[in-house]
């Protein structure tokens, strides 16, 4: 029996769905599990693995607390999931579109697996000894009490404002600064990329829907 369009559509964007979520995680889990937050393993002078851990949103950013923030994410992934269903459906979407908006479905899932997972089955990291894995239920918190693990470090620029400058002479510069992990990464470079490469896409499939609400 041969697959119609819409099953190949979402055959594939489960495949990088599952790709990037394996990925990711199995990078987070060996870091948390070889490493101590604080640690860092020098890759270049510009690259760095440095294990940070945050409750926060994409990069570090912290606005909410970690249940609110789960909750959030949880409703978000939701409505990613519902959106690449309802598009594989429409043979005037392309499969480029489809599949950037499943790595940004797995970005926004790979981080809701620390959220929700992690304070049940790892220890906690005390900064002398990597955590561990434990049995369900007996780790460093409760359900979508987990702590977000983040390693990439990329100080592109590390150096000192000139002197001779206004304000901020003298002062340490560092770009890029923000040390994210693979989920953060394809939430980001997913998005950007569907604005730019598929804004008359996006808009159309949104004005739609606003019509369809009105």
């Known amino acids: 029996m041969a697959l119609t369009p819409a099953t190949k559509k979402r055959l594939a964007a489960l495949a990088v769905v599952l790709l990037i ?3 990711d ?3 987070k889990i060996w870091v948390k599990t070889h490493m101590v937050p604080g640690e860092s393993i020098r890759l270049a002078d510009w690259a760095y693995i440095a294990f940070i851990e945050n409750k926060g ?3 570090g950013m912290q606005f909410f607390g970690t249940v609110v923030l789960a909750i959030f994410r949880i409703a978000a992934i939701g409505a990613l999931v ?3 269903w309802r598009i594989t459906r429409r043979a005037e979407v392309k499969w480029g579109f489809t599949l950037l908006v499943a790595v940004v479905t797995a970005g926004a899932a790979g981080n809701i697996i620390d959220n929700v997972f992690y304070g049940l089955i790892f220890s906690d990291s005390n900064g002398l000894i990597p955590a561990m894995l434990v049995p369900l239920g007996q780790g460093y918190g409760s359900l979508l009490e987990g702590r977000v693990v983040d390693m990439f470090y990329f100080p592109i620029i590390d150096t000192d404002w ?3 400058m206004p304000v901020v002479g003298g002062d340490h510069f560092v770009f890029f600064s923000p040390i994210f992990n693979l989920a ?4 980001t470079t997913g998005g950007i990329l569907l604005i730019t490469c598929y804004y008359k896409t996006l808009n159309r499939l949104l004005s739609r829907r606003q019509s369809d609400i009105d």
């Open 57 to 59: 949103m994409a990069f």
């Open 162 to 164: 000139p002197q001779w």
């Open 25 to 27: 995680q199995a990078l």
């Open 21 to 23: 979520l394996i990925a």
């Open 82 to 84: 519902w959106f690449l």
């Open 184 to 187: 953060d990464a394809a939430i």
